[in-house]
């Protein structure tokens, strides 16, 4: 190996470190998980989502918030808050999106205003869970790189280049302490990513994204074929396995209806 090439591996490998240093924070670790309500989705088919489904189905939209010390970072927005107060709906074209509550109130209820999130991390940019990022502008959003440079379908970008953002490439242990994890999961978009969070009572979640939209499309190990990649979906299904058994961690899928009832939503929190 030539002197050369020993320099720049060793330049290449600071970059890397320097890349991956810790988020600017408060002190402490992530002391509470608050599960928020982001809305409704009524499919008119099942099957575009769980493979195999037939006839008329719904999915939960799931948002959730953590305290991290002095910090608070917020895991996806949701859908629109503007839905609230509008029974009809809006029509998306898998179904019809509706709202009861809004983020913002749910926020409030936690003693908390949009100004005070830090870290606006997103699963992926699909609109039912970005829907309210115009309420948080001075967040520092938190995506894979991947996600932030996929063009929007009729081309433009998906964030607006004044955000502040911290543009991941792979896992990332966020803070430094192994509290808050981004574990890259790409296929359903190209950036996809879950959260592994670590409590101190509950133990270690992982918040599903978009890697897997129901129970049944989990326990099946499948996927929609509507997905950005599927044999990369896939494998992303064997990663988040694999995550789970290394961190003995539970898997929360935000979207599946039947995981509702079994948990606690904010103000009320898991510690
Ligand atoms: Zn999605």
């Given at each position: 190996?030539?002197?050369?090439?020993?320099?720049?591996?060793?330049?290449?490998?600071?970059?890397?470190?320097?890349?991956?240093?810790?988020?600017?924070?408060?002190?402490?670790?992530?002391?509470?998980?608050?599960?928020?309500?982001?809305?409704?989705?009524?499919?008119?088919?099942?099957?575009?989502?769980?493979?195999?489904?037939?006839?008329?189905?719904?999915?939960?939209?799931?948002?959730?918030?953590?305290?991290?010390?002095?910090?608070?970072?917020?895991?996806?927005?949701?859908?629109?808050?503007?839905?609230?107060g509008r029974p009809e709906g809006m029509?998306?074209?898998?179904?019809?999106?509706?709202?009861?509550?809004?983020?913002?109130?749910?926020?409030?209820?936690?003693?908390?205003?949009?100004?005070?999130?830090?870290?606006?991390?997103?699963?992926?940019?699909?609109?039912?869970?970005?829907g309210n990022l115009n309420l948080f502008?001075?967040?520092?959003?938190?995506?894979?790189?991947?996600?932030?440079?996929?063009?929007?379908?009729?081309?433009?970008?998906?964030?607006?280049?004044?955000?502040?953002?911290?543009?991941?490439?792979?896992?990332?242990?966020?803070?430094?302490?192994?509290?808050?994890?981004?574990?890259?999961?790409?296929?359903?978009?190209?950036?996809?990513?879950?959260?592994?969070?670590?409590?101190?009572?509950?133990?270690?979640?992982?918040?599903?994204?978009?890697?897997?939209?129901?129970?049944?499309?989990?326990?099946?190990?499948?996927?929609?074929?509507?997905?950005?990649?599927?044999?990369?979906?896939?494998?992303?299904?064997?990663?988040?396995?694999?995550?789970?058994?290394?961190?003995?961690?539970?898997?929360?899928?935000?979207?599946?209806?039947?995981?509702?009832?079994?948990?606690?939503?904010?103000?009320?929190?898991?510690?």
């Amino acid at each position: 190996m030539s002197w050369l090439l020993v320099v720049i591996l060793a330049w290449f490998a600071g970059m890397q470190s320097a890349w991956a240093q810790p988020v600017p924070h408060g002190t402490g670790g992530a002391e509470r998980l608050y599960v928020l309500y982001c809305g409704d989705i009524a499919l008119n088919d099942a099957s575009s989502f769980t493979p195999g489904a037939s006839g008329p189905g719904a999915l939960s939209d799931t948002c959730y918030l953590i305290k991290h010390g002095t910090d608070w970072l917020l895991w996806d927005t949701g859908l629109p808050d503007s839905l609230v107060g509008r029974p009809e709906g809006m029509k998306s074209n898998a179904g019809v999106w509706t709202s009861r509550k809004t983020l913002e109130s749910q926020l409030a209820e936690v003693g908390l205003k949009p100004s005070d999130i830090r870290y606006l991390a997103l699963s992926h940019s699909h609109p039912d869970h970005v829907g309210n990022l115009n309420l948080f502008p001075q967040a520092t959003l938190v995506v894979q790189k991947a996600e932030y440079d996929w063009v929007q379908p009729f081309g433009g970008p998906r964030f607006e280049p004044e955000q502040p953002a911290i543009k991941a490439e792979g896992d990332r242990d966020l803070f430094g302490d192994g509290s808050v994890t981004l574990i890259s999961t790409p296929g359903h978009s190209p950036g996809h990513q879950c959260l592994l969070v670590r409590l101190p009572k509950t133990g270690a979640v992982l918040l599903s994204g978009d890697a897997v939209h129901t129970k049944a499309n989990w326990d099946h190990h499948r996927v929609p074929e509507r997905n950005f990649n599927v044999p990369q979906s896939l494998a992303s299904l064997d990663r988040m396995a694999a995550v789970l058994k290394e961190n003995n961690a539970q898997l929360w899928i935000g979207h599946e209806v039947s995981e509702v009832p079994l948990r606690k939503y904010a103000p009320q929190y898991y510690e």
